[in-house]
Nanobody, 126 residues
Framework: VQLQASGGGLVQPGGSLRLSCAAS????????MGWFRQAPGKEREFVAA????????EYSDSVRGRFTISRDNAKNAVYLQMNSLKPEDTAVYYC????????????????????WGQGTQVTVSS
């Protein structure tokens, strides 16, 4: 599967952005999907994940209550709605896909995702 992330940009603190990730192929519903981010000089970190059906989601503590992950299997897309953005949310955001055979809770582990998009820059600054 090939992934294309979009929707990043410059936003003021407290603002919102919606990231999108478009996936190629006809088997999108077989993948758990995740969003990760990497700030300059830091390791890539988990942000949010969603299982194959969309019925189970996971969030990092730093974004829970502010970000919402969702997916539309008919459109081969996953989204990350980001509200109440903070300067520390500034990073390159990546979407990732992990083939799974069940609808179990999605993984938070970077190394368990096999496919990655190219990343989209999010900058939160006044």
């Amino acid at each position: 599967v090939q992934l294309q992330a979009s929707g990043g940009g410059l936003v003021q603190p407290g603002g919102s952005l919606r990231l999108s990730c478009a996936a190629s192929g006809r088997t999108f519903s077989r993948y758990s999907m995740g969003w990760f981010r990497q700030a300059p000089g830091k390791e890539r970190e988990f942000v949010a994940a969603i299982n194959r059906s969309g019925g189970s989601t996971e969030y990092s503590d730093s974004v829970r209550g502010r970000f919402t992950i969702s997916r539309d299997n008919a459109k081969n897309a996953v989204y990350l709605q980001m509200n109440s953005l903070k300067p520390e949310d500034t990073a390159v955001y990546y979407c990732a896909a992990r083939p799974t055979i069940s609808t179990a809770v999605p993984s938070r582990v970077t190394g368990e995702y096999d496919y990655w998009g190219q990343g989209t820059q999010v900058t939160v600054s006044s």
